[in-house]
């Protein structure tokens, strides 16, 4: 075969696959995909576990509703699967579970959950801060305190704060009566941090157990009572079934809680569900306050397991003007807890000068 023959017939197989790659490279996509297109490879599900301060009975209203519609409007790219107190950590180490990655996210206040920032103390029950669930989201949202709690968590590794909310007030719900600060003393308390700490001035004796315990120890007289909640979480979670009585003195008109996530899961959750989890809060911080503002009346009126009693305005007076001067106290730590109670001050005489319905 002659030379000029041999090339004229390895070119003209060169120009044939050159025509055919394309072809097998068409049919080889279509076999992959109908209309085409490559297939693309399923998204996969970020899942998250949350951690409440809540038991089974409460954690439904306070905390599971909204995450179960975050679930239903996250469309399968994002699941947060919800736990009881101490369910998975015990709560007095919730914070650095967060911190550590163990659970992703967590709701409670700073204090019982012992965060290690200087505000902490004026989350849950700081003594007579608040006389209604709105004064903690105004305090937040419109005098300031969310831009502090957000420089006071900047300065912690591993943890994003992402909102504050109000919950419950704090009262009394015993198996003996009170009528008088004397009555107070000696009662053995299961309450919050911060709330006990203050109230041990007037005799009584807080006591830090399990929460799921705490119902046993009522029985069993281990407790005398709790200041926890107001009257609807007594309700719902069954104090209210093995005690007796109710003081309508609250010792703060409501509780400031926390929404809290680790820093790392967070960075890698897309922006829109970044958002919608944002939203999801929001929803909830509105559906206590109406859940609550609800029960705290309807219980008192129509629940048929309390009496209801009353320290005397008087008598009162005491216990708020030493919570005033904890709050001087409480401002001496750190200029950042100083700022804090000169809001507090600030907002008490904008509601005092304001009167009803604000203060009357």
């Known amino acids: 075969m002659k030379k000029r023959n041999l090339l004229t017939i390895i070119f003209s197989m060169l120009i044939v696959l050159a025509l055919l790659v394309p072809m097998i490279t068409s049919c080889s996509g279509k076999s992959a995909d109908a209309d085409g297109v490559a297939a693309a490879a ?15 009975a ?48 967590a709701v409670s206040d700073d204090d019982s959950m012992a965060s290690p920032v200087d505000v902490s ?49 704090c009262n009394f719900a015993t198996t003996k009566p009170i009528h008088h600060i004397e009555d107070l003393k000696g009662l053995r308390m299961y309450m919050f ?42 309700y719902t979670v ?16 409501a509780w400031a809680g926390g929404w809290f996530v680790n820093s790392d899961a ?17 929803k909830s911080n509105y559906y206590r306050l109406h859940w609550y503002w609800w029960g705290e009346a309807n219980y008192r009126v129509n629940g ?18 030493a919570a005033y001067k904890y709050w001087d106290e409480i401002a001496a730590k750190s200029p950042r807890d100083k700022q804090v109670v000169d809001i507090l001050k600030t907002y008490v005489e904008t509601m005092q000068k304001a009167g009803a319905p604000y203060r009357y």
């Open 238 to 253: 069954g104090w209210a079934d093995v005690t007796k009585y109710y003081l309508t003195n609250p010792i703060s008109g």
């Open 193 to 234: 941090p911060t709330g006990g700490e203050f109230m041990k001035q007037f005799g009584v004796v807080p006591m830090a157990l399990p929460y799921e315990d705490v119902e046993m120890a009522l029985q069993t007289n281990v407790l005398d009572g709790v200041a926890w909640s107001g009257i609807t979480e007594d």
């Open 121 to 169: 103390v004026f989350a849950a029950y700081f003594p007579l801060a608040a006389r209604y669930g709105l004064d903690v989201d105004v305090l937040w949202n419109h005098y300031g305190l969310n831009e502090i709690w957000e420089e006071a968590y900047a300065e912690i590794d591993g943890v994003t704060w992402l909102a504050q909310g109000s919950w419950d007030p």
């Open 42 to 56: 399923p998204k996969k599900t970020i899942k998250w576990r949350l951690q409440s301060y809540a038991g089974p």
């Open 266 to 282: 967070w960075e890698k959750v897309p922006a829109h569900l970044q958002q919608l989890l944002r939203l999801a809060i929001d």
């Open 304 to 321: 048929d397991k309390l009496e209801l009693t009353t320290i005397p305005d008087d008598e009162w007076k005491v216990v708020e003007e």
């Open 58 to 105: 409460l954690n439904e209203f306070v905390v599971k509703n909204a995450i179960d519609e975050f679930n239903i409007a996250a469309n399968g790219e994002m699941v947060i699967d919800v736990y009881t107190a101490d369910e998975l950590v015990p709560h007095g180490e919730l914070f650095r579970a967060v911190q550590e990655g163990t659970v992703e996210m």
